[in-house]
C-alpha cells in the first residue's frame, strides 16, 4: 500500500491557484521532491500535513485522510522546515525535549530520548547553549533532530543541507541514507541541489506549475536513452576525436577534453585507447554516460512551460 | 570588458590579519592571484565574507595591506568601476522596480540616466529578468532577487566579479541559468571570485579553488596542484576491467600502486581500485597493457578529482587528523 | 550481546494524552519569564500589601477584643491604606460606615469584602499589570520572530491547545499575583477570629474572590496575548500593553473631573483599570446598600475578552496560510 496517494488535489489562494488537479503517490525509500521556486512544492507538504485545507481533492497520508485525521498524520510524520526557525529561549536539548513532548512524550523519557538524538546528529556539548548562539549548520541539525525524536515513519525534510559546509552535508545524506535503508523510513526531500538527489534518492519528482510532471526512478532516469561512454582526457580531445570518427564510431565532443563515445562498451573502449595511446593523451576517465539530472529537470520544466503557454 | 586589463595580478594580500575586538576574521593571509575565476571555499564561519568585506574595502585589515587590481581598495571609487559585488546579504530597496533598481546603482557609477536604464534592461534581460524587471522588488521571489543583485554587479562591466553565495536560493533551472552567465563572463576575459560552501556550484563555474577555514588560508589552485603536493597521498584510481587479477599484477609488479584492491561493488560487478602516487606513469603504462594483453577497460574513474574528497582531506590535515 | 546502544534507534513507547500539551507549551513560557528580574521581584513583592491587609485585620480583631470601638488606633493606620469616601458611590469602601458605626462585629464581613476589594484596586490589580506587561509581549511576538510556528503546528497541536498555553504561562503569574494574596487574606482573617462559624458567615467570600480573580485575569490575559500576536518587536507590543493603561489613567482623570462638576458620559469605560475596579466591586459585594451599575462596565469586559480571542486566533493561523 503506498504510503502518500494524493488525487486531484486542487488549493487556490484567491485567484492564485498553488496546486493544480495534483496526483502523486509515495512508496517506500527516499524521494526526491523538485520543481522550480514557486511550483506549489511548500503549498503540497502543507496541505500533506493538514496545515492547510485544499480547495478540492482528497488524499491519504501513512492511511490518514488529509483532511479529517491530520493530527493522526502529524502524529507519524516528522517535518523539517527550510526556514530557520527555533524555540526562542531554550537551549539545544531544551528544544529537542519539546519537541518530542509536543508529539506526547513524557517529559523524561522525552529529555532522555532527545539526548540519545542529539548524539545521532553529531551534536554535542553545544547541546546545553541557548539556540540564538547556534551557527547556521547546527541549526539545521537541531532541526534535523526535532524532526526525527519521535520516531516518525515518515520524513518530509526541506532542504536538509542548503546551509551546511561540504562536510557536514555529506554527513547529513549520511543519517538520511542510514534512516532509510536500515531503519525503513520513508523520507521526501525537497531541495533545489540536484547533486544530493542523485546521491540519495531512489526516486524523483518534478512539480511544475502544481502539477506533478514526472514521477520516476532515479535509476530508470539517469539511463541514457543508448548506450555510449564519456571519456575525458588531459589534454585535447581533438585528435582522438578525428581517430575516431575515421573508424566510424559515432562521436560527440561535450569540451576540449570531453567526448561522448557511442555505441557498445566492447567494441568502442579498446579503439578509444588506442587512438589515446597513439595520440599520447593520457585517459583522465571513462565512465558509462548517464543522463543528467539537470537535463532531465530541465527538460521537464521546459515541457510545462510550452505546455501552459 | 571596457578596459583591457593591464594588471597581471589580480589580488594580493600581504599578510593580512583582520581582529573584531577578540573575534577573529583572518589570520594571516599571504596571497597572489592572477586574473581568472577562483572559487572562495570553506565552511560556515571560516572567514569567506570577511576576506570579501576586505577585498571591496568595506573593512580595514588590522594588521597587513590589501591591493586590488594593483590598488588598495579602501575609499577608492575609482577601483570600484571595476569591480562587481553580489553580496550575501539583502539590501534592495521594497518599493523601486528591479530594472530602476539596477539603473540607479548604474548611475553611482557615473552613467547618465538614459544609459543606465538601457543598460539595466539589457542586465536583467541576461539574468533571465526581462519578466519581472518592471515589478517592485517588494514583489520578487528569494530567486528574482538573487538574479537581480547578479544583473547589479554585471552592470557596469567590472574585471572582477566578487560574489557571496549567488545562488542560494535558486532552483535548478536559475542555478544552470545563472552558471551559464557567469561561465560566460569568464570565457569573455573577465576575473571573478566566487565565495561558496556548496562545491558543485564552484565546480560548475572554475577549476581553481581558495579554501579557508578558521579564517586562514589553507590552500589554493587547481584540485590536482593542491593534491600534488600534498605529500603521502595516494591517488585512488577506480576501474572495471575484465581480467581484473591479471591487471592487479601487472601494476604491482612495475611497482606503480602503493596498493590495488579487487572487490565488488553495490551492484556486484567487479572493481580494482589502484592507490598510485605516480599518476602520470600509472596513465602512460595503462594503455600499453592494455594493448598488450587485449584488456577490455570500460570503466576508469579517478576518486579524488572531486572536490568533495580533496576537502575532506584538507580539513583531516588541517586538524592533524592525518 | 556486544552492541548495545549503537547510533540511531527506533522507539516505542506509552504516549502522554493529547489534550494536556498545552501544559507543555505552558512550561515553556513560565520557565523563560521567571528568568526576568523585575518579575522575581514583583511576585515576591506582591504578598507585601497582603501583610499589611492582614495587620490590619489583626487590628480590627484587637479592636474588637478590646471593647473600645471608638479610640480606634487602628482607624488611622486603615486611613491609611483605606482612604475616605470620594464622591464615587462604586468605589468607596465600607470601612469608613463601619468605623462611623459602634458595632464593629456585625461589619466584619463587609471589613473584609472592603479589605479584599482595596488590596485588588489599590495594588494588586497594578501589580497584575506589571506581570502581564513582563510576561504577555514576548510569548508570541517572539515566536512569530523565530518562526516557531512552524515547529508548533507541524505536531499534533491545535491552535486552541497553543493558546491556551500561552494563556496558562501568564495567568500562572496572575494567579500568584492575585489569587493567592486574596485567598491567604481570607485564611488568616478566618484563622484571627475569635471562632470558627465566622466561616459559615462568610463563605461566600472565596467564591467572590475567584470571581474577582477571573475578572481581572481572563479579559487581562487575553488583552495581552493578543498584542503580543499583532507584532514581531516584543518592545512594541510592551509599549502597547502599557499605553492602554496609561490612556485609561488619564481617561479617567478626564471623565471623572467632568464628572465632579455633574455630567454624565459613557466615556468612562475607557479606563480599562477602573472597569475591572467596578465589576470587582460589584463581585466584592462590598456596598450592599448601593445598587450599582453594572452591566456597562461587565459588558465592556466581555466584549474585549472576545474581541482579543478573535483577533489572536486569527494571528495565529495566518502564518500557516501563506
Partial sequence: MPLIELHNLTKDYGSFRAIDKLSLTVDNGITGLLGPNGAGKSTLIKVMLGLVSCTSGNGKVLGHDIVAECADIRTRVGYMPEDDCYLHGLSGIESVQVAAQLSRFQATEA??????????????QERYRNVETYSTGMRQKLRFAMAIVHDPELLILDEPTSGLDPEERESMLNRIQILSTQMGKAIIICTHILPDVQVVCDRVVIIAAGRVTLSEELEVLQQSPEPSLTVSFRGSA????????????????????????????????????????????????????????????LKAVQETTDANS | MNEPSTQPVLIEFESVTKLYGKVLGVNDISLTLPQGAWGLLG??????????????????????????????PRNNPELMRKIGYCPGFEGLYSSVTGRKWVAFLLEMHGVRRREALERAEECMAV?????????????????????????????????????????????????????????????????????????????????SFLLISGGR?????????????????????????????????????????????????????????????????????????????????????????????????????????? | MPIHNLGYRTWKGPLSSANSRWTVIAGIGIRRAWQSMWLRRIVFFAWVPGVIMAMLIYLFEQAIADGNPSAFAYSRL??????????????????????????????????????????????????????????????????MRSRAFLLYFSRPISRTQYILGKAASIACYVLVVTFLPGITLYVTGVLLSPDISIVL???????????????????????????????????????????????GLFSNTVTSAFVAIGGETPLEMLSLFHVIADVQAWLLDVRPDV????????????????????????????????
Avoid at chain 2, 570579501?52 to 568595506?58: D, E, K
Wanted: glycine content about 6%; proline content about 4%; hydrophobic content about 45%.
Fill in chain 1, 111 to 124: 529529555l532522555r530520548r532527545g539526548h540519545e538524538i542529539l548524539d545521532f546528529c553529531g551534536m554535542g
Fill in chain 1, 238 to 297: 581533438n585528435s582522438i576525436r578525428d581517430s575516431l570518427a575515421n573508424h566510424d564510431i559515432r562521436v560527440k565532443q561535450v569540451d576540449d577534453q570531453t567526448l561522448r563515445v557511442f555505441g557498445a562498451e566492447t567494441e568502442t573502449s579498446p579503439l578509444v585507447w588506442k587512438a589515446a595511446s597513439a595520440a599520447d593523451v593520457a585517459i583522465r576517465s571513462i565512465v558509462p554516460s548517464k543522463t543528467s539530472l539537470e537535463e532531465v529537470f
Fill in chain 2, 43 to 72: 565552511p560556515n564561519g571560516a572567514g569567506k565574507s570577511t576576506l570579501l568585506n576586505l577585498l571591496t574595502g568595506q573593512l580595514l585589515p588590522t594588521r597587513g595591506t590589501v591591493r586590488v587590481l594593483g590598488q588598495d
Fill in chain 2, 127 to 207: 539574468v533571465g529578468m526581462r519578466d519581472g524587471m518592471n515589478r517592485p522588488i517588494s514583489n520578487y521571489s528569494r530567486g528574482m532577487r538573487q538574479r537581480t543583485k547578479i544583473a547589479q554587479a554585471i552592470a557596469h562591466d567590472p574585471q572582477l566579479l566578487i560574489l557571496d553565495e549567488p545562488l542560494s536560493g535558486l532552483d535548478p533551472v536559475g542555478r544552470a541559468e545563472m552558471t551559464e552567465v557567469l561561465r560566460t563572463r569568464i570565457a569573455n576575459g573577465g576575473s571573478l571570485i566566487l565565495a561558496s560552501h556548496v562545491l558543485h556550484e564552484i565546480e560548475a563555474v572554475t577549476d
Fill in chain 2, 217 to 322: 588560508l589553507l590552500a589554493s589552485g587547481t584540485a590536482e596542484e593542491v593534491h600534488e603536493l600534498l605529500f603521502d597521498l595516494p591517488i585512488e584510481v577506480q576501474i572495471r576491467c575484465d581480467q581484473p587479477e591479471r591487471l592487479s599484477g601487472l601494476v604491482m609488479s612495475a611497482g606503480l600502486a602503493d596498493h590495488v584492491s579487487l572487490g565488488r561493488d553495490q551492484s556486484g560487478t567487479r572493481l580494482l581500485k589502484v592507490a598510485t602516487r605516480q599518476t602520470a606513469d600509472f596513465s602512460a603504462q595503462l594503455p600499453k597493457w592494455i594493448a598488450e594483453h587485449n584488456l577490455q577497460v570500460n570503466e576508469l574513474k579517478t576518486a579524488d578529482d572531486s572536490l568533495q574528497t580533496l576537502f575532506n582531506s584538507l580539513m583531516k590535515i588541517h586538524r592533524g587528523e592525518r
Fill in chain 3, 78 to 143: 486603615a486611613d491609611m491604606f483605606l482612604g475616605r469616601i470620594d464622591g464615587d458611590a462604586l468605589r468607596h469602601n465600607a470601612y469608613t460606615a463601619a468605623s462611623m458605626s459602634q458595632d464593629l462585629v456585625q461589619h466584619r464581613r463587609q471589613f473584609w469584602c472592603s479589605l479584599l476589594q482595596a488590596l485588588y484596586q489599590r495594588s494588586q490589580l497594578i501589580m497584575q499589570i506589571m506581570v502581564v506587561g513582563l510576561t504577555a509581549p514576548a510569548l508570541i511576538s517572539q515566536d
Fill in chain 3, 201 to 247: 458567615d462568610t463563605w461566600d467570600i472565596p467564591l467572590r474572590i475567584v470571581g474577582a480573580t477571573i475578572t481581572m485575569v481572563v479579559p487581562t490575559t487575553c488583552l495581552g496575548l493578543m498584542l503580543s500576536s499583532l507584532t514581531t518587536e516584543t518592545r512594541f507590543a510592551s509599549f502597547a500593553w502599557f499605553a492602554v493603561w496609561i490612556f
Fill in chain 3, 291 to 322: 445598587e450599582l451599575d453594572v452591566i456597562g462596565p461587565l459588558s465592556v469586559l466581555i466584549t474585549v475578552t472576545i474581541v482579543s480571542l478573535t483577533i489572536l486566533y486569527k494571528r495565529v493561523s495566518a502564518p500557516m496560510n501563506v
